[in-house]
């Protein structure tokens, strides 16, 4: 258990650190700056799978899937690159919900550290009540691989250029919960109207893009559980990923527009791992072959978008 009490408490630090020191002041974070985040917070993922070997192999942690250390690293690294694809998609929801509500670009980054913050407690809870579903309940998984395959279908089928935050209920019912105001003042979530407290764009973008969140991790979760069923591995590779979210969107947000085939890769993932939980009973699928296919899928989804030439009616839709 105190595995687990070091893992959090050094998340929290992170943390603290991020909002308190490095992004003490409200600024536009530029290319440069994302990348470089981007880069350190992909490097401590990475560097992770090295504790994991260390307390699988020492025997530190529970293991109540009896894997091996190096099964453990394999089924971490997998987790991770599945929660870190399907980041992609929750990344242009954002980038829609920033515009709808005319967020400033230097205020963008304390939207997101709150709803990420938020984030990892509504899927410490729902990897928590999964993992416990699968390990009750054989059948379960054969729910979540049926419910995958459908979402695949949904992502291949719908358009998300349809999606607008002030048109959907969500948006509807909360602001009959409390006044709100189209004023931004500053970083504030409220501020006093007419002797009113008021909710600002900010506030309400945080709220939706935490419900939005808790919808993306309807499909994050089941697909890492297809993975492993494994509590540690599966919190700790689904948080390390979101952790990395905030310095992702500033990096791909600005270029989505150019990986217009990236959507087809998160689809081929989804419905991998949805035909894996299917048959897992049946057939034991490699953890290679598994990280082979979300490394070919997305480099065909990133090579498609540079190489495939943009056709007229492409153009007319940007």
Do not use: C
């Not at 091996?68 to 992609?88: D, H, N, P, R, W």
């Not at 909360?174 to 003042?185: D, G, Y």
């Not at 953890?287 to 090579?303: H, N, P, T």
């Amino acid at each position: 258990m105190w595995v687990w009490g070091i893992f959090i408490a050094v998340i929290i630090l992170f943390l603290a650190l991020d909002l308190g020191v490095f992004n003490k002041k409200a600024h536009v974070i530029k290319t440069k700056e994302a990348s470089i985040w981007t880069a350190v917070w992909v490097s401590v993922a990475l560097s992770f799978s090295g504790v994991v070997y260390w307390l699988f192999s020492q025997g530190l942690v529970e293991n109540p899937t009896n894997l091996t250390a190096q099964s453990a690293v394999l089924k971490y690294i997998t987790g991770y690159l599945i929660e870190l694809s399907l980041s992609i998609d929750n990344v242009f929801v954002i980038a829609v919900i920033f515009s709808s509500f005319n967020i400033p670009d230097k205020y963008q980054h304390r939207v997101l550290f709150w709803g990420i913050l938020g984030a990892i407690i509504f899927r410490a809870l729902m990897i928590l009540f999964g993992v416990t579903l699968i390990n009750k309940f054989d059948w379960i998984i054969y729910v979540f691989g049926v419910f995958l395959l459908y979402t695949a279908y949904k992502m291949l089928t719908s358009s998300d250029t349809d999606f607008d935050p002030k048109k959907s209920k969500v948006y509807k019912w909360l602001r009959k919960l409390f006044p709100v105001t189209h004023k931004i003042e500053g970083d504030k979530f409220f501020i006093r109207r007419m002797g009113i407290r008021a909710a600002t764009p900010l506030f309400l973008a945080l709220l939706i893009i935490e419900l939005t969140d808790i919808l993306f991790a309807l499909d994050s979760i089941p697909a890492i559980l297809a993975i492993t069923a494994d509590p540690f591995i599966v919190f700790t590779s689904n948080i390390l990923a979101i952790l990395g979210l905030r310095s992702m969107y500033f990096l791909i947000s600005r270029m989505l527009k150019k990986f217009r085939y990236i959507n087809y890769s998160l689809v081929i993932i989804l419905s991998f791992v949805g035909v894996k939980m299917l048959i897992s009973h049946h057939v034991e699928i490699p953890e290679w072959l598994s990280l082979s296919v979300i490394f070919i899928a997305l480099a065909g989804g990133v090579l498609a978008s540079i190489y495939i030439p943009v056709t007229d009616k492409e153009e007319t839709i940007v």
